[in-house]
């Protein structure tokens, strides 16, 4: 059985591997759609005893480093690669602004940076309420560092528009949240974040609460944060043969945003004919005309007519497998690998616990169309 065959039969692979030798070596084949990691941070941890282990060159070396490893990905032309990472201080207490060295490097290399997000763990209000929690540091004369970290998206297409993205999955409901009138992309225990595929557009400061693992590693995110990166970026369907990504067939229709609660999205138009009883802009005196996006179905992007195939996301510093598991769950199908074999045991049993589980629910998110 060929590597492509394995991964659509066992929906996830993992390998106990320095990440770039086996990228190199091994799966310079392997077309991936979508990457979601986070790799060990500068000078934070030490995850085991291997000389491979990234985290502890000097920082030139370290940044070099992860960016050889996302180079070296065979990625989809209009993939997208997201990566956590956080900041590190210096013996004077300077952060070395780590994040953006790392963009920077990124974007030498010739990635586009599409999608800088914030994932805000704690915000202050200025009423003097907090949402949220994050771990409590030594910060003498400085404020507490924990409160959020960086999530990255970069891609390799001419111009960001081009690269593959799906922004209905991961659209902000318009009406509340709980109401029955959402139409979610997945269904609630597939995907535990709400989005609405016709609602608002999403910002880039998402609080995703750092969440609580039972397993034997530390530095793990939280499967919220991983979710909406698969839903927007890798695709649910994509050619078996040339692994082109389907994609979604939108059209903008007016809507009577009246009973929605907040009005939000659409745009202004002069056409005389739809100067209805709708409020106008006092500036330009044209009328707000209000539009979301209706999906009509999804379909193939080429000519090939074959079956259909699920998307392929990789995460080269696997841990304790969250982006697998959130992977399995969406439907889409997953390579991980990591420097430590304990480490891909852990994710070994979580992914095939995850597969278990669905099997019981009798959700096949693989062949059945459970996302809209
Ligand atoms: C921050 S942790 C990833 C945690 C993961 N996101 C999770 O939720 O469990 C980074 C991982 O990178 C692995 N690692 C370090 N150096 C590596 C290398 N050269 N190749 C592959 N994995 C490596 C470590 O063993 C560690 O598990
Ligand atoms: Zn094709």
Same mark, same amino acid.
């Given at each position: 059985?060929?590597?492509?065959?394995l991964?659509?039969?066992?929906?996830?692979?993992?390998?106990?591997?320095?990440?770039?030798?086996?990228?190199?070596?091994?799966?310079?084949?392997?077309?991936?759609?979508?990457?979601?990691?986070?790799?060990?941070?500068?000078?934070?941890?030490?995850?085991?005893?291997?000389?491979?282990?990234?985290?502890w060159? /000097?920082?030139?070396g370290?940044?070099?480093?992860?960016?050889?490893?996302?180079?070296?990905?065979?990625?989809?032309?209009?993939?997208?690669?997201?990566?956590?990472?956080?900041?590190?201080?210096?013996?004077?207490?300077?952060?070395?602004?780590?994040?953006?060295?790392?963009?920077?490097?990124?974007?030498?290399?010739?990635?586009?940076l599409?999608?800088?997000? %914030?994932?805000? /763990?704690?915000?202050d209000l200025?009423?003097?309420?907090?949402?949220?929690?994050?771990?409590?540091?030594?910060?003498?004369?400085?404020?507490?560092?924990n409160?959020?970290?960086?999530?990255?998206?970069?891609?390799?297409t001419?111009?960001?528009?081009?690269?593959?993205?799906?922004?209905?999955?991961?659209?902000?409901?318009?009406?509340?949240?709980?109401?029955?009138?959402?139409?979610?992309?997945?269904?609630?225990?597939? $995907?535990?974040?709400?989005?609405?595929?016709?609602?608002?557009?999403?910002?880039?400061?998402?609080?995703v609460? $750092?969440?609580?693992?039972?397993?034997?590693?530390?530095? %793990?995110?939280?499967?919220?944060?991983?979710?909406?990166?698969?839903?927007?970026?890798?695709?649910?369907?994509?050619?078996?043969?040339?692994?082109?990504?389907?994609?979604?067939?939108v059209?903008?229709?007016?809507?009577? @945003? %009246?009973?929605?609660?907040?009005?939000?999205?659409?745009?202004?138009?002069?056409?005389?004919?739809?100067?209805?009883?709708?409020s106008?802009? $006092?500036?330009?005196?044209?009328?707000?005309?209000?539009? /979301?996006?209706v999906?009509?179905?999804?379909?193939?992007? #080429?000519? #090939?007519?074959?079956?259909?195939?699920?998307?392929?996301?990789?995460?080269?510093?696997?841990?304790?497998?969250?982006?697998?598991? %959130?992977?399995?769950? $969406?439907?889409?199908?997953?390579?991980?690998?990591?420097?430590? /074999?304990?480490?891909?045991?852990?994710?070994?049993?979580?992914? @095939? @616990?995850?597969?278990?589980?669905?099997?019981?629910?009798?959700?096949?998110?693989?062949?059945?169309?459970?996302?809209?």
């Amino acid at each position: 059985m060929d590597q492509q065959e394995l991964l659509r039969n066992n929906h996830f692979q993992l390998f106990n591997s320095d990440a770039c030798n086996l990228l190199k070596h091994y799966l310079y084949d392997q077309i991936v759609h979508t990457v979601v990691t986070s790799p060990p941070y500068y000078k934070k941890r030490n995850y085991g005893k291997n000389e491979a282990e990234i985290g502890w060159e /000097k920082l030139e070396g370290y940044l070099e480093n992860l960016v050889e490893i996302f180079d070296l990905v065979k990625l989809h032309p209009r993939g997208s690669v997201w990566v956590n990472i956080g900041d590190t201080r210096d013996k004077r207490g300077s952060l070395l602004g780590v994040p953006h060295k790392f963009s920077s490097l990124m974007t030498e290399h010739g990635w586009l940076l599409a999608d800088e997000v %914030v994932w805000a /763990k704690i915000e202050d209000l200025d009423d003097g309420e907090t949402n949220g929690c994050c771990m409590t540091e030594p910060a003498p004369g400085r404020l507490n560092a924990n409160g959020f970290e960086m999530l990255f998206r970069f891609v390799k297409t001419k111009k960001v528009s081009d690269a593959w993205s799906d922004t209905c999955a991961v659209r902000i409901p318009r009406q509340q949240a709980s109401s029955a009138q959402v139409v979610r992309y997945l269904p609630e225990e597939l $995907m535990s974040v709400t989005t609405a595929i016709d609602g608002r557009n999403l910002h880039n400061v998402w609080r995703v609460k $750092m969440g609580q693992t039972r397993r034997k590693h530390f530095a %793990v995110y939280p499967p919220a944060l991983v979710e909406r990166p698969l839903a927007m970026t890798a695709p649910p369907r994509v050619c078996s043969k040339c692994m082109e990504p389907w994609e979604r067939i939108v059209v903008m229709e007016q809507y009577d @945003e %009246v009973r929605s609660s907040k009005r939000v999205f659409g745009k202004y138009t002069s056409d005389e004919d739809e100067l209805s009883e709708k409020s106008g802009r $006092m500036d330009s005196g044209r009328q707000y005309i209000s539009r /979301k996006p209706v999906t009509k179905g999804w379909q193939p992007t #080429c000519t #090939c007519n074959a079956e259909f195939a699920v998307g392929v996301v990789l995460d080269p510093f696997v841990g304790t497998g969250t982006t697998g598991e %959130v992977a399995l769950k $969406m439907g889409r199908n997953f390579i991980g690998i990591d420097l430590y /074999k304990e480490n891909i045991d852990i994710s070994t049993l979580r992914l @095939e @616990e995850t597969i278990e589980i669905l099997k019981n629910k009798k959700l096949d998110p693989f062949q059945d169309q459970l996302f809209k």
